[in-house]
């Protein structure tokens, strides 16, 4: 049957033995779903002193994906991230499986009642922060999604000098830079696309409503002086034609979907924020090294009440 796989679970003793100084953590979507990964990899690996490795096979064998998305490449290239990639013996090995096309709801019920420390695959469990992750003290490979700051809040630094764009910018973005860094930039993110095509998207998060951006842009401009909005969209021409702002405002529309860390360094350059419930606009707020900068973030990250999304947000961060 298709997409079926043939698997044999190995024994206790490997489980437990995997690689002992390496952590791979998986990759797979968008590029702010990249950073998260990263960063959650990244911090176990310092805190034990091991090597970090990452595994790009999501993007080669889950086509069905890009049903609903656009596609979204390996975009930590283009970032002064370690760039350390796992060979499939590798993941194989810490996976403690042997697989072919691995079908991921057997894996998860195979190590879901587990705890973290008898495992060497690892998926997440919950959507806000787990700390026992970061009791691993062994070799590991995470899958998942892992958006929160708590993961890897002890190596700030390192995270903020990793992710600085090391692809030099085209002269248009540079010319754009230049603007945001002159005013008092206020980045605006619209996120569309995908939460509108994909069902499961839409149901679990859905989109901002135009309401949550008025109130967000009435309360900047109670509190800055002289603010320019800078409006990134997966969706500029809905953007463009349902925001309007009775100040200063561009529209930045020049950098296509595979250029999308172009906008993100754009983001980092403003001084303020109002974001989507998207981790794209969340690292480009986190990111800004504006330390009196205003982020507002949307009262509620998914649909339902049955999500809990309380460690996703900085403390700091304002949420309407």
């Known amino acids: 049957m298709e997409g079926e796989a043939i698997m044999t679970v190995m024994d206790e003793d490997h489980l437990s033995r995997g690689i002992p100084s390496t952590i791979i953590v998986q990759l797979m979507g968008g590029l702010g779903n990249q950073l998260f990964q990263y960063a959650v990899g990244r911090s176990i690996a310092k805190m034990n002193n091991f090597s970090l490795k990452l595994d790009l096979s999501w993007f080669r064998y889950h086509p069905r994906w890009f049903k609903y998305h656009p596609y979204r490449p390996y975009s930590l290239n283009h970032f002064a991230t370690l760039k350390d990639i796992a060979s499939l013996a590798e993941v194989a090995e810490l996976r403690g499986l042997t697989w072919v096309h691995l079908k991921e709801k057997l894996l998860h019920k195979v190590h879901v009642d587990r705890p973290y420390s008898k495992q060497t695959m690892i998926r997440e469990r919950i959507v806000d922060f787990d700390p026992e992750i970061l009791q691993i003290s062994s070799g590991a490979y995470l899958s998942g999604y892992w958006q929160s700051e708590k993961y890897f809040k002890d190596i700030e630094e390192i995270i903020r000098k990793e992710f600085t764009v090391i692809t030099p910018p085209d002269p248009e973005n540079i010319k754009i830079a230049n603007e945001i860094r002159e005013t008092e930039g206020v980045c605006i993110h619209v996120r569309r696309g995908d939460y509108i095509s994909d069902p499961k998207a839409n149901q679990s998060l859905g989109v901002c409503s135009l309401d949550y951006y008025y109130r967000s842009i009435d309360y900047i401009i109670s509190r800055v002086e002289k603010p320019h909005f800078y ?35 754009l983001m980092t350059y403003c001084k303020h924020f109002i974001i989507a419930n998207s981790s794209f606009s969340w690292w480009g707020a986190w ?30 961060w304002i949420r309407l």
């Open 231 to 265: 409006i990134f969209s997966d969706d500029p021409d809905w953007s463009q034609q349902h925001i309007t702002i009775d100040a200063p405002t561009t529209y930045i529309r020049n950098n296509p979907s595979d250029k999308n860390y172009e906008d993100l360094r």
């Open 287 to 316: 990111l800004s090294p504006n330390r009196q900068k205003i982020v507002v973030a949307p009262v509620r990250w998914f649909n339902g009440a049955h999500y809990n999304d309380d460690d996703r947000l900085p403390k700091e």
